[in-house]
């Protein structure tokens, strides 16, 4: 039997929860609340973003996209969360245990209420995880052998399997897989109240939508954590274009702000704005064809990695912005990270040009397709891994998509070209980084049938399966070299998932955390 005991007394919860991650080189951060005085209660913070959430607004059940989720983890909580060492800590629940293969139950914290005010119990557990097994979402991936879910009690939730998975504990410790719904609050909404509205027992909660214009979160006066959060409303202005929204942080009508952008985000601290740390999460894969064309033959994929220079793309294509990186990206605590000993990882365009010859392929042409319309930050990446693998006598040739034809190829499945980058953002388990290209379902799997696919297949599987930490850790280090050595994926980098900015002078006591989810905005304050 695996028991884990997370018990915490309040002020040991909250200091647990306040993450910090090493910074890239060039980013600052703030004065912190040493320099800022005792925390302020009340006020306004102004948090400018890029978009609105769409196809599902804020409702947990529905709702996957980054700005959805970025506002959601203000509302909802989890059962658990991690540190930035990627420790398990106590979440809605204080304790959890394994008592078999098949079943997890977990104590829940008492004295928690909804903003709503009704209690929180196990009952609203039920009710949620019931409504996410019925939902359509890709959250079930997390939910497979999913038989039940009972309330022992008014604190204590028992979940059954009907075979091994052993991904939902990280499902249920990561703040943006299955957030925790009130059955009496979000019960008893209407669908379009649902998008538009919060119903969570997180310290802010959507209180008004204006279409395209504005979000605004209020205070939840009956958060569970004493005196938290600081800040009465964040006023979230809805400004879609960044020299714009670094306008507004440069004229005072916005104290913090979100960009994609690494020029935009050294502007921003050149006029000195406090750049939050970065925590390289989001990968930029590489997805590979080898149905047909010269990718078919490892030894071309080989060389199409040997003549990489990953380091040299982090340095001039993204500012420095970055950081080398596996399938699993380099931000994740779960990674193995890339060493000297990492296959065809280390730049080498001799070794590249014997394997193209080997191959009776000394100078093929690869087809690379990416989104026009999008990400256009990261496009200087694949114009420098054209110049890198022309080194080797490999043509590359670039092919921008728009978005409305990038679409079918990761959600129907549909056949790509030779290469197809398609950016990917943080998941709860580390498996399911390598579930789009190797599971039976996956939208980028082209490799069924393959033999260079089928141990890393095999891999994959008993990862999925595996509980103890120690086993599993080993199993995705052995995953890793063999989808590296097969070169089944191309990954240039990690970066981050976006950059965050503030004013310093009148923000206060927040950080950014490694999974960009803004939950320290819960310690934030503002002065005038």
């Known amino acids: 039997m695996t028991k884990r005991s997370l018990r915490l007394s309040l002020i040991g919860a909250a200091a647990a929860m306040t993450l910090a991650v090493t910074a890239c080189s060039g980013s600052t951060t703030g004065p912190g609340a040493e320099e800022a005085g005792d925390p302020v209660a009340g006020g306004t913070l102004t948090y400018a ?23 959601m983890d203000q509302a909802y909580e989890t059962l658990l969360t991690r540190d930035a060492d990627g420790e398990i800590q106590p979440g809605l629940a204080l304790e959890y245990e394994q008592p078999d293969d098949l079943t997890y139950i977990y104590t829940l914290r008492e004295g928690v209420k909804f903003a709503d005010g009704s209690d929180f119990t196990a009952d609203d557990v039920v009710y949620t995880f019931e409504s996410y097994k019925d939902a359509q979402t890709s959250k079930k991936a997390y939910l497979g052998g999913f038989e039940s879910v009972e309330a022992v009690d008014d604190y204590t939730v028992k979940f059954t399997f009907s075979e091994p998975n052993a ?4 499902a249920t410790a990561h703040r943006e897989t299955f957030m925790i719904v009130g059955e009496e609050g979000y019960g008893n909404a209407t669908a379009e109240e649902r998008e538009t509205r919060t119903f969570g027992t997180g310290p802010f909660q959507v209180t008004d939508w204006k279409d395209g214009v504005q979000i605004t979160l209020s205070k939840n006066e009956n958060y569970w954590q004493e005196g938290k959060p600081y800040l009465d409303t964040i006023e979230m202005p809805i400004i879609t274009d960044d020299t714009t929204r670094l306008a507004a942080l440069q004229q005072g009508t916005a104290d913090a702000a979100w960009f994609a952008d690494g ?5 921003a601290v050149n006029s000195g704005f406090t750049l939050g740390e970065l925590a ?41 912005y970055g950081d080398v990186s596996l399938v699993v990206p380099a931000g994740d605590p779960a990674t193995p990270g890339v060493d000297g000993d990492t296959p065809n990882y280390t730049r080498d365009v001799d070794a590249a040009k014997e394997l193209l010859e080997e191959a009776g392929q000394p100078n093929p042409t690869i087809e690379l397709s990416y989104f026009a319309d999008v990400v256009q930050n990261q496009h200087p990446i694949y114009e420098q891994m054209q110049q890198q693998l022309a080194e080797a006598g490999i043509t590359l040739k670039l092919k921008a998509t728009p978005s409305s034809e990038m679409s079918p190829i990761f959600t129907a499945g549909e056949t790509f070209t030779d290469l197809v980058s398609l950016p990917w953002s943080y998941r709860a388990d580390p498996t399911f980084y390598f579930d789009p290209f190797l599971s039976e379902s996956g939208a980028m799997n082209h490799w069924d049938g393959n033999a260079d696919a089928e141990a890393a297949k095999k891999l994959l599987d008993e990862a999925k399966a595996t509980s103890d930490p120690d086993a599993k850790a080993d199993l995705i280090e052995q995953l890793t070299t063999e989808v590296a050595e097969q070169v089944l994926i191309l990954m240039p980098m990690a970066v981050p998932a976006h950059f965050e900015l503030w004013n310093s002078d009148t923000v206060h006591g927040y950080e950014t955390d490694p999974y960009g989810s803004r939950y320290n905005l819960t310690n934030a304050w503002v002065t005038p």
């Open 167 to 170: 991904t939902f504990l990280n």
């Open 49 to 71: 973003i890029e978009t609105q959430p769409l196809g599902g607004g804020v409702d947990p059940m529905i709702a996957t996209a980054l700005a959805a989720q970025t506002i």
């Open 280 to 320: 390289y999460t989001q990968t930029l894969p590489i997805f590979i064809n080898p149905e047909s064309g010269p990718l078919s033959d490892v030894r071309v994929r080989q060389a199409v990695s040997l003549a990489m220079d990953r380091q040299s793309l982090v340095d001039v294509s993204m500012l420095g």
């Open 263 to 267: 020029n935009i985000a050294d502007q």
